[in-house]
Nanobody, 119 residues
Framework: QVQLVESGGGLVQAGGSLRLSCAAS????????MRWYRQAPGNQRELVAS???????TYADSVKGRFTISRDNARNTVYLQMNSLKPEDTAIYYC?????????????WGQGTQVSVSS
């Protein structure tokens, strides 16, 4: 198991910035990729950004050019820098660890952190 603790959410005005952090502990060596998802009320959970073991990053079209995912291996922490925030970015943001466990893919999740963007 990988334990994930998110922090950094809050309320911000449109155009502002926030940085989310996700601290990982436990079976970190099994992790293949770290991801940020979000879920707004009434919507399905959607993938926002991902960073692979090799450092490759991918982003949802809706956040490209505004969000940046990065990691600090020494601190076992992944970050999501969110700039030029829009009201439609309002959601609970979840950190995800995608890993190999007993020969199959498995996911661990953090508890989520609320991001609210006012217009």
């Amino acid at each position: 198991q990988v334990q994930l603790v998110e922090s950094g959410g809050g309320l911000v005005q449109a155009g502002g910035s926030l940085r989310l952090s996700c601290a990982a502990s436990g079976s970190i060596s099994l992790i293949n990729a770290m991801r940020w998802y979000r879920q707004a009320p009434g919507n399905q959970r959607e993938l926002v950004a991902s960073i692979s073991l090799g450092g490759s990053t991918t982003y949802a079209d809706s956040v490209k050019g505004r969000f940046t995912i990065s990691r600090d291996n020494a601190r076992n922490t992944v970050y999501l820098q969110m700039n030029s925030l829009k009201p439609e970015d309002t959601a609970i943001y979840y950190c995800n660890a995608h890993k190999i466990s007993s020969g199959s893919w498995d996911d661990d999740w953090g508890q989520g952190t609320q991001v609210s963007v006012s217009s």
